[in-house]
């Protein structure tokens, strides 16, 4: 370090040129000063102070002027630590405000840089990085959160997710596409070329995750709405009073399970709605044909008690009573006790109106149930099928001798086409059932002459193989012979794939 600095040389030389004349002796007195100057300003050491440099001019500029020596002094002093911070955060500054400029997102000022001096993109590679480490982990989280979701609260969280995935992707430079900082990804080992196509995939993820989230929230409303709509009315079912309750009761059920039922099937609230709607449906149903059979009771009871005094108005409540047991379908475990009161309310009827086509009609009935009871509990074998369908074919001949002028008429006409229905439902079964034991018999026969001359050549005999697999294949579901024909095809694809 100098003995006096730049600054304080100025400030006395300055003074030095008011003080002096110019004469020649002032001209020779202010070269003296001005070597004393010089020889001080070449010197190395600590700093001169005010004495040291008053005594330079006291001899020849007594006159010279004290504030400006002290100015010089105070400027020639070595900068003190403030000073050193203050500088030292002045060049600090300064560096960052340049890589702060430098990293702008303006291609203008980031391509020119980036060909040049990469090394100032050091944060842009950075944030890069980890806002693209960001999308990844974030979609990979939402996905697995949505896709494989097991409540709502699976759905909200991958909500966060998709949220913080699309911050980071709005965070990476579009325009920086295709560049790729080999000096930084060498160093901190870059999981990632920023390719425009990458950059459209992981858009398009985002979007879609978020379409599902959207969808997945939307049809959370549906379902908590059916579930709602549906122990509402399990309530007023149970609390009902009467047939007309019962009858808003089931309809508002209905329409819970309806709502259930046009939840979007890839929705999670579908998912759950799914495995609710078995048990729902089996309760409706329940309740549904209980309140069909409780409504034909009640219209019973009221006949019976006119049926003296108002035997047309009496009829006519059977025919409602009727009407509601006619609504019990046949796969329905309380249908023969809806086919017996059937076959009461119509008996009561012919009673009343028509004697001789009531007895037709009512014999018919009675094989009708014996018909419904031995179809219970399929499969049956082909004998069976037969007596079934034998049952049904009396029934419908006893509906058939029932004339046209005979009041019963009409009501033997409805009976009629039920029955003939049933019937042809018998007859399918037989046929089916008919066939499959026909192509099971095929099937042994084929295996029997396989066993006992097996060909020599492996192809021939893996296709005899197939054969009696495409004729297992054959036997209908619902049949005697599909129990020992799955038996046998089991058998059968497990030699083939010896």
Request: hydrophobic share 40%.
């Amino acid at each position: 370090m100098y003995r006096l600095n730049q600054r304080a040389w100025k400030l006395l030389l300055a003074e030095v040129e008011k003080c002096s004349g110019n004469d020649q002796v002032s001209k020779i007195e202010r070269e003296i000063v001005i070597k004393r100057l010089e020889k001080l300003r070449l010197e190395t050491g600590s700093p001169a102070q005010i004495d040291e440099l008053r005594d330079i001019f006291l001899d020849i500029y007594p006159q010279f002027n004290e504030k400006v020596l002290k100015q010089a002094a105070k400027a020639n002093q070595a900068p003190g630590l403030f000073t050193k911070i203050k500088w030292t955060v002045i060049l600090v500054g300064s560096s960052a405000g340049i890589v702060w400029v430098v990293n702008l997102p303006y291609p203008m000022i980031r391509w020119p840089v980036a060909r040049t001096v990469p090394i100032l993109l050091l944060p842009s590679y950075m944030s890069m990085d980890y806002h693209y480490r960001g999308v990844i982990q974030n979609l990979e989280q939402a996905d697995q959160l949505i896709n494989k979701a097991t409540s709502s609260f699976d759905i909200e969280e991958g909500a966060k997710k998709v949220q913080e995935a699309q911050k980071h992707l709005d965070n990476l430079p579009v325009w920086f596409l295709g560049y790729y900082p080999q000096a930084y990804c060498s160093l901190f080992g870059c999981s990632w070329r920023f390719t425009l196509d990458e950059f459209e995939a992981a858009r398009q993820r985002t979007a879609r995750i978020s379409a599902v989230v959207f969808q997945d929230k939307n049809a959370l409303t549906p379902l908590n709405q059916g579930e709602l709509a549906i122990e509402l009315a399990k309530k007023q079912y149970e609390q009902a009073a009467n047939s007309k309750d019962r009858e808003q009761a089931i309809a508002s059920w209905q329409a819970g399970i309806d709502q259930l039922e046009e939840i979007p099937a890839q929705t999670l609230a579908a998912k759950t709605a799914k495995a609710k709607l078995r048990a729902y449906t089996r309760d409706f149903e329940n309740a549904r044909i209980g309140s069909f059979i409780v409504a034909a009771q009640e219209f019973d009871l009221a006949a019976e008690k006119i049926k003296q005094t108002q035997p047309q108005t009496a009829s006519e409540l059977w025919q409602q009573a009727m009407s509601r047991i006619n609504q019990v379908p046949l796969e329905n475990p309380r249908y023969l006790e809806a086919q017996k009161l059937l076959a009461i309310y119509q008996g009561k009827i012919q009673g009343i109106v028509d004697p001789k086509s009531g007895k037709l009609i009512e014999g018919a009935k009675q094989f009708a149930l014996a018909a419904a009871q031995a179809s219970q509990n399929p499969p049956h074998t082909e004998t069976k099928w037969k007596q079934i369908a034998k049952l049904w074919s009396t029934a419908i001949e006893q509906l058939e001798n029932v004339r046209v002028e005979e009041p019963g008429y009409v009501e033997a006409q409805k009976l009629l086409a039920n029955y003939q229905t049933n019937l042809g439902i018998i007859e399918t079964r037989l046929q089916a059932e008919t066939e499959s034991q026909s192509s099971l018999k095929q099937a042994n026969e084929q295996i029997q002459s396989l066993i006992a001359a097996p060909p020599s050549d492996p192809q021939q005999f893996q296709g005899q193989i197939q054969g009696i697999i495409n004729q297992l294949n054959t036997i209908k579901p619902g049949t005697t012979a599909y129990p020992e024909g799955q038996r046998l095809m089991a058998l059968a694809q497990k030699r083939l794939k010896q």
